[in-house]
């Protein structure tokens, strides 16, 4: 049988796990909200144990916390930084509003850390380290938690963008391999001009590349924060230096440049950064969403559809019909980036969810966050290693389909104009015949004008016809 300790907070006692490093409060909260099972993403269990390692050295240099407490609980905030409890942060993310359970897991754990490295066991009484107190000194729920959101997003960005970018320069590559294949480029799915498939794979890549410098824009609103807020902005029981000195003492252990905010009310109010940054993550979900169509449109067949790319053949695409394959990364990262943009759509309502002076939705914001930038890395990643990289370009196949486009007439405009181009277009597609034979035999062109106006890779470079 599990073994327990019995622990207090203000409403009475609780049993708690024996090696559980929580106490009452956590306990409470994983009783009352078994919701979904999921647990706080590393990345806000970092910037909370950054925060308060941070508050305990502040506290320490302004002889407000006794030092061997402030050494003790910076010493457990290192070892939760370094992920060496990450099974003790339990509360799910659908819990008490503006999550004061997840901030009193993380004290309760740095607390009881604390008292252990100064001999104190788990179920010790009169412990010296008190979770509020101590750890929580000159905080509030309202106060970590946005400024964990921004810290959780800016400890996985460099991250976002290198995988994001690695993404881009593939498809650069594969720009570069693909220059010389000319084929038929379709608007409304519908035979067009010709384009290189070089040209359209360069554009896939300056796309994510645009992606990429909307998140770093977003990403600068992030490093406002507003810890020393405390309760409600006014900074209550907080000393007049601890903002600022947070604001050095976080940068200088994280690595990540961060600012004071301006406005310590509307850092604890509004929820208008985050919503930001979630839109940036929005708009290279749907690009990816858009690139991961094309990639499954222009692989179909293999021998009834475009078939002009072939996906890498990773894993069996049916259980009933041999030697099947699909285009399954280019299927996955679709329902990643659906998924994505559904997270968006709850980090949107609410923030709009606030009132007053807090917003109390902000555990499902940090969560959705979180999880958006965890789905993106591992897809657009995954995509890149096992589709992207090894795609095979079908240069014949390609080509082929460009020899029958009667759309090529379009460049015959400037020489013998739009109605005779349609009666040209018209002729070959209903005889299956090319362009070139029906504005010979019609007499529009000489055989000479007709091959140097119908150059397809001369079309790919713009200009007009002679």
Known sequence: MTEYRVEKDSL??????????????????????????????????WSMAVIKRSAAAVHKDLGLLEARVADAIIQAGDEVISGKFNDQFVVDPFQAGAGTSHNMNVNEVIANRANEILGYALDAKDKPVNPNDHVNMAQSTNDTIPTAIRLGVLWRLDELVDTLQQCADAF?????????????????????????????????????????????????????????????????????????????????????????????????????????????????AQDFTRIANDIRLLSSGPTTGLAEITCP???????????????????????AMFHIMGNDLTVMMSAQAGQLELNVMMPIISHNLNEMIHVMIGSVKAFTDKCLVGLIINQEKAESWLAKNPILVTALNPLIGYLKGAEVAKKALAENRSIREIVVELGYLTAEEADKALDARAMTEGGIAE
């Open 12 to 45: 009475g006692e609780v049993k708690v796990p024996a090696t559980a490093y929580y106490a009452a409060q956590t306990q409470r909260a994983v009783e009352n909200f078994p919701v979904s099972g999921m647990r706080p993403y590393p990345a806000f269990v």
């Open 172 to 284: 650069s590559a594969k720009a570069k391999e693909a220059d010389d294949v000319v084929k038929s480029g379709r608007t409304h799915l519908q035979d067009a001009v010709p384009i290189r498939m070089g040209q359209e794979f360069g554009a896939y890549a300056k796309a994510i590349e645009r992606d990429i410098e909307k998140i770093k824009m977003a990403a600068e609103g992030l490093r406002r924060l507003g810890i020393g807020g405390t309760a409600n902005g006014t900074g209550l029981n907080a000393h007049p230096e601890y903002h600022a000195r947070m604001i050095t003492k976080i940068t200088e252990l994280t690595g990540i440049k961060v600012y004071e905010s301006d406005n310590l009310f509307e850092s604890m109010q509004s929820m208008q950064d985050a919503t930001f940054f979630s839109s940036a993550l929005r708009t290279t």
């Open 313 to 335: 053949p990773v894993q069996p695409g049916s259980s009933i019909m041999p030697g099947k394959v699909n285009p399954v990364l280019a299927e996955m990262l679709n329902m």
